[in-house]
């Protein structure tokens, strides 16, 4: 029996009115890991969309190699500095230990935003992936090191981690030759592994391990650049610290195109950036919220 795919409406999105008396730590903390010499503005770009998404405290850990570029120009983020590889400008080994005690404080966990390929990083991986014990999000140089795992070390279906590769890096993970139905494969993958799959493309699949698949059909081809991948991590990683993984999966998906689709509108396919995507997120929010006040969807 074929998968029904469900396409995501904006009644799918679930943005309820916050209480009066809540405190920052009930919209969660989330610690971001990456970034390398060459690559500083992955984990910018993720922090600054996880914030816009309503992330209570966010974290980012860097290394030191490039502290002081990005401390400086993240106003609203805790930047931490970890030992580097002088050779690599990454993670050193003797990072690995620190950011792990650092992650036992935070509820969500980004991990491989311009982290790099070095050894030492796949070391980081690893080892996040199998003692963090929140919810995770995969991207980036965090799947080119997942992809070189051995998976039998580790129980990932138990857990609640979600991969959001592009089709190169799908191809990568599941070490396959070729993707024929974007949405049969990413559904096979999420089955196969027990990992929420977010399959980016024209169309972006999400494929939940029961079975349930859902399409994005927003964006537009002016989100084909260097640095989108990071802010829709940022996004998910931002509602991932105050709903379920899987709510925050739609709504990352869904308001990032949307977003997408909004920056192209003003800007144009050509010339708008992923920092023009993080700048209207706050609209298509709002804009969602006002429609479910006036009853414009059901929710």
Do not use: W
């Not at 311009?114 to 991207?139: H, M, N, W």
């Not at 030759?177 to 949405?183: C, E, L, Y």
Request: charged residues 20%.
């Amino acid at each position: 029996m074929e998968s029904v795919i469900h396409t995501i409406e904006e009644q799918d999105i679930h943005l309820p009115v916050r209480r009066s008396d809540t405190h920052k730590t009930d919209y969660g903390r989330v610690l971001i890991v990456g970034g390398c010499v060459g690559y500083a503005g992955a984990v910018k770009m993720a922090a600054s969309a996880c914030l816009r998404a309503g992330s209570g405290l966010v974290y980012v850990a860097v290394p030191d190699s490039i502290y002081a570029p990005v401390a400086s120009s993240m106003t609203e983020s805790m930047v931490l500095p970890f030992p580097s590889d002088p050779e690599n400008g990454g993670f050193a080994s003797g990072a690995v230990e620190r950011i792990r005690k650092k992650a036992e404080i935070c509820d969500v966990l980004i991990l491989g935003p311009g982290l790099g390929r070095s050894d030492s990083c796949q070391e980081l991986v690893e080892d996040l992936l199998k003692t963090f014990p929140g919810k995770i999000i995969l991207d980036a140089d965090g799947l080119y090191a997942f992809s070189r795992m051995d998976r039998s070390s580790g129980d990932f279906a138990s857990r609640e981690i979600v991969v959001t590769p592009h089709h190169g890096e799908f191809m990568r993970i599941s070490r396959s030759n070729g993707i024929t139905d974007p949405a049969k494969d990413a559904k096979n993958f999420a089955d196969g592994t027990g990992l929420i799959t977010v399959l980016k493309g024209p169309d972006t699949v999400i494929a939940f391990p029961d079975g349930r698949v859902y399409l994005s059909r927003k964006g537009n081809p002016g989100m084909a650049t260097g640095g989108s991948g990071d802010v829709l991590a940022g996004l998910i990683g931002g509602f991932a610290a105050q709903f379920s993984l899987e709510q925050a999966v739609i709504n990352g998906v869904f308001i990032h195109g949307t977003a997408g689709d909004l920056a192209a509108e003003e800007l144009s396919e050509y010339s708008m950036l992923p920092t023009d995507i993080i700048s209207k997120v706050p609209l298509v929010i709002k804009q969602i919220l006002n429609n479910k006040r006036e009853g414009k969807n059901n929710e």
